[in-house]
């Protein structure tokens, strides 16, 4: 704790250095070593073992280096298959989960994609680097103001970031083409559905309990829908308003 700097304020420093830098509220890791690089394989075979075998997703599991987006105090275990707390009661979700939302939107380039649920940033670099164009939104200040200061995210100037409650969406920039939520919805949320293209996808954890199921909605002409349900999983609740 004492090398942290006491102002909080103070900017996250250049990704020259080596050793971790405080960013906001988190020690972040800056050096992507081989023995990082060799464990990310390790993961995105794992994943395939699993049944995703996309390999644009695969891929870009196996460049985003998910180390820098926890604490330094992750390093040695930020390659195994779990989720992760990532501060405010929040988490990092499991590659896994990340992989198997990103594979039900079948993300194109340049699809327009709202995410609601920004956290660590991590899902939303996944659909950048396969080329989406993704506006993310946070409802928690905090981890909003901590994205600011990953020096990181300069990579993907394809990401948007929004601090606000999900529950709303983003009607200044509907319509999109797919959203995804990445927290536990108790129900479809209603602005969300009228927020997509006819012929878009939603991809959400669906349910009010600890295990949610994971559920496809494609909107179709004069409000009908399509449901296609999938696994279950088990994600933190999206919660109304903002914090
Ligand atoms: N996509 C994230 C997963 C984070 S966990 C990642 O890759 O790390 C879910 C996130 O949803 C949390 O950060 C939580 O604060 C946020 N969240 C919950 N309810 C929300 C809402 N109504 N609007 C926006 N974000 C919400």
């Known amino acids: 704790m004492s090398e942290e700097p006491k102002d909080t304020n103070v900017k996250c420093l250049l990704k020259k250095f080596s050793k971790p830098v405080y960013c906001g509220q988190i020690m972040r890791p800056t050096e992507d070593t081989y023995r990082h690089k060799g464990l990310r394989k390790k993961l995105a075979d794992g994943i395939r073992k699993k049944g995703i075998t996309d390999e644009r997703i695969l891929e870009a599991i196996n460049k985003i280096p998910r180390h820098f987006f926890l604490d330094s105090a992750f390093d040695d275990v930020a390659y195994e298959d779990r989720a ?4 405010e009661g929040q988490t990092i979700s499991q590659p896994y989960t990340v992989a198997y939302q990103t594979l039900l939107l079948q993300v194109k380039p340049f699809d327009k994609i709202l995410e ?3 956290g660590s940033v991590y899902q939303a670099c996944v659909l950048a680097e396969l080329g989406a164009q993704v506006y993310t939104i946070e409802r928690q200040k905090k981890l909003f103001d901590t994205t600011r200061e990953f020096s990181f995210l300069k990579k993907y100037p394809n990401i948007k ?3 606000g409650d999900g529950y709303e969406g983003l009607p200044t920039y ?3 083409d797919k959203i995804l939520i990445t927290a536990a919805a108790p129900e479809i949320p209603p602005k969300l559905l009228e927020q997509l293209k006819v012929g878009g996808m939603m991809v ?3 349910g009010a309990g600890e295990v949610q199921q994971m559920k496809r909605v494609t909107r179709l ?3 009908a829908v399509k ?3 999938f696994d ?3 994600f933190v609740p999206m919660i109304e308003g903002k914090k």
């Open 227 to 229: 449901e296609e349900v």
């Open 116 to 118: 609601i649920g920004t």
């Open 221 to 223: 002409e004069r409000g």
């Open 174 to 176: 509907a319509p999109f």
């Open 84 to 87: 992760f707390p990532i501060g």
């Open 204 to 206: 959400l954890p669906l």
């Open 232 to 234: 279950n999983f088990s």
């Open 161 to 163: 970031f929004f601090y």
